[in-house]
């Protein structure tokens, strides 16, 4: 048998040991806890309304959909393990499971990115060519962008197991808070720094692709917004846009920071990176339905007829 396989065998279970040195974990778990929920119960809101109203079954607000699906796998991949760990001190997780919940959770990041940069790509679209939108982007095509979206989300994603399943483990303690690729490949027997830098190539170009779409599409759409005349017009594509760029904000502004920056040097502590983690999972996911909610007129005002129907009866 080889050493492959003996290793394989011996660590049948990881035991998270991330929150270790927070002072009070029922505290954070609880806050956890709320975040998730409230997660939950927005993004699936917003899913509901646009599902069930048919005058939101336009482009836009399917690409709203596809991200608040995206929101609710991030959050579930990683946040019920960090509750059970805070509130219930269940440290443990078995290989098979650690190893799919790494996939979910790098899967669910490569396709926010996807997601918030094809909704750019709709309001490039929307304002650059007003007129030929209905027929460039038709609901079909939004769906058909979408699914091959999440098929080349998965095609990048093999390179995380691929990397991993090979090697031999040689220790069972995982040094952050769930199974994801920098704890599992620390957890090996091998030189981590080599796949550190492969996995950071990787996400330089999905980022700063992305993030560079993001802006080359901003930068069409603020030099229409210069030819305008009308202020009402610019007003208009202000509010169009301004929901998206705090989506933008939310995600890249922590995610260049725990992703690029400490691969040039910038030395984050372990409670740090924590912080910036949870950040970059619960953030934007927690931000982008209420955003949405707040600032898309026909979802406000689904919402509002709702409560007002609610409020006489409590």
Request: net charge positive.
């Amino acid at each position: 048998m080889s050493l492959q396989n003996i290793s394989r065998l011996r660590i049948s279970e990881f035991v998270i040991g991330g929150f270790d040195t927070v002072q009070r974990p029922l505290v954070v778990g609880v806050v956890v806890l709320i975040a998730y929920i409230l997660v939950i119960i927005a993004n699936l809101a917003n899913i509901y309304f646009i599902v069930m109203d048919k005058r939101l079954h336009q482009p836009m607000y399917l690409f709203i959909c596809n991200l608040a699906i995206v929101d609710i796998i991030c959050c579930t991949s990683s946040c019920p393990t960090m509750i059970s760990i805070l509130l219930a001190g269940y440290k443990s997780i078995s290989y098979v499971p650690c190893i799919i919940q790494m996939c979910i959770y790098h899967l669910s990041h490569i396709m926010e990115m996807f997601a918030i940069c094809i909704m750019a790509f709709d309001r490039f679209i929307a304002i650059g060519c007003p007129l030929r939108y209905h027929s460039m982007l038709t609901n079909a095509r939004s769906v058909l962008i979408s699914v091959a979206l999440w098929v080349a989300a998965f095609a990048i994603l093999a390179v995380f197991p691929a990397t991993i399943l090979p090697l031999p483990f040689c220790q069972s303690t995982l040094k952050y808070m769930f199974c994801e690729y920098a704890a599992v490949i620390r957890a090996t027997c091998v030189d981590p720094n080599p796949y550190f830098n492969g996995v950071s190539i990787l996400f330089f170009f999905l980022m700063f692709g992305t993030f560079g779409f993001i802006c080359l599409s901003y930068l069409k759409i603020v030099i229409v917004v210069i030819k305008m005349s009308s202020k009402s017009d610019k007003k208009k594509v202000f509010n169009t846009c301004f929901s998206h760029l705090i989506v933008i904000v939310c995600y890249y502004a922590p995610t260049f920071v725990l992703i690029i920056l400490t691969r040039f040097g910038v030395v984050l502590t372990l409670e740090e990176r924590h912080g910036l983690m949870v950040g970059t999972i619960i953030g934007p996911s927690l931000v982008n339905p209420f955003i949405y909610c707040l600032r898309t007129k026909e979802i406000r005002q689904k919402l509002l007829k709702i409560l007002s129907k609610v409020a006489p009866s409590l």
